[in-house]
T-cell receptor, first 113, second 115 residues
Framework: AQSVTQPDIHITVSEGASLELRCNYS??????LFWYVQSPGQGLQLLLK??????LVQGIKGFEAEFKRSQSSFNLRKPSVHWSDAAEYFC???????????FGTGTRLQVFP | DAGVIQSPRHEVTEMGQEVTLRCKPI?????LFWYRQTMMRGLELLIY????????DSGMPEDRFSAKMPNASFSTLKIQPSEPRDSAVYFC?????????????FGEGSRLTVL
């Protein structure tokens, strides 16, 4: 069955430090891949998406993600974290043959000043 | 555009009561999704509609849950009777075309507490 795994439940970084959030998927073909962010008390907002082509994709708020087929991964990165980046981050997989979007369990990011 | 609008934002009810959650999608979007978020299970897709027609309701937990979309600008998710394990945040999201080519826009959610 298709699945999305985010191994890190909670990550804490200092402001200005670099960030990498991990995401692995299980799917028979190359899926559509997404990262969404959820601020406290809010709905989810799209950060970036990968459909095909260049495996390094740029998103909003200075985030980027790299698709690695050999590792079935789509990790999210940011070179310098800001306090306002504290939120929960969700990786998601869209499947070719349906309109479903399957979300991972999320990674909560805490940023210390 | 005002975005996806959900109501109520918070609902506290007693076990056995009927609960109705409402959603107004973004005008022009032809897909509407209902998700449930809990600490234990994360984000679960309950049901989604395309052009007001339910396409996949395999995520609806049981017969106590039902969803309708009578027109392009309104959808409801009903729980009858409600149980404490239904306590969660329920999100509505809409998109133009399939999410696979577009982007899901989420409402702020309806937090349901069943006592």
């Amino acid at each position: 069955a298709q699945s999305v795994t985010q191994p890190d439940i909670h990550i804490t970084v200092s402001e200005g430090a670099s960030l990498e959030l991990r995401c692995n998927y299980s799917y028979g073909a190359t899926p559509y891949l997404f990262w969404y962010v959820q601020s406290p008390g809010q709905g989810l907002q799209l950060l970036l998406k990968y459909f095909s082509g260049d495996t390094l994709v740029q998103g909003i708020k200075g985030f980027e993600a790299e698709f690695k087929r050999s590792q079935s991964s789509f990790n999210l990165r940011k070179p310098s974290v800001h306090w306002s980046d504290a939120a929960e981050y969700f990786c998601a997989v869209g499947l070719y043959n349906t309109d479903k979007l399957i979300f991972g369990t999320g990674t909560r990011l805490q940023v210390f000043p | 555009d005002a975005g996806v609008i959900q109501s109520p934002r918070h609902e506290v009810t007693e076990m056995g009561q009927e609960v109705t959650l409402r959603c107004k999608p973004i005008s022009g979007h032809d897909y509407l999704f209902w998700y449930r978020q809990t600490m234990m299970r994360g984000l679960e897709l309950l049901i989604y509609f395309n052009n007001n027609v339910p396409i996949d309701d395999s995520g609806m937990p049981e017969d106590r849950f039902s969803a309708k979309m009578p027109n392009a600008s309104f959808s409801t998710l009903k729980i009858q009777p409600s149980e404490p394990r239904d306590s969660a945040v329920y999100f509505c999201a809409s998109s133009f075309r399939s999410h696979n080519t577009g982007e899901l826009f989420f409402g702020e959610g309806s937090r349901l507490t069943v006592l």
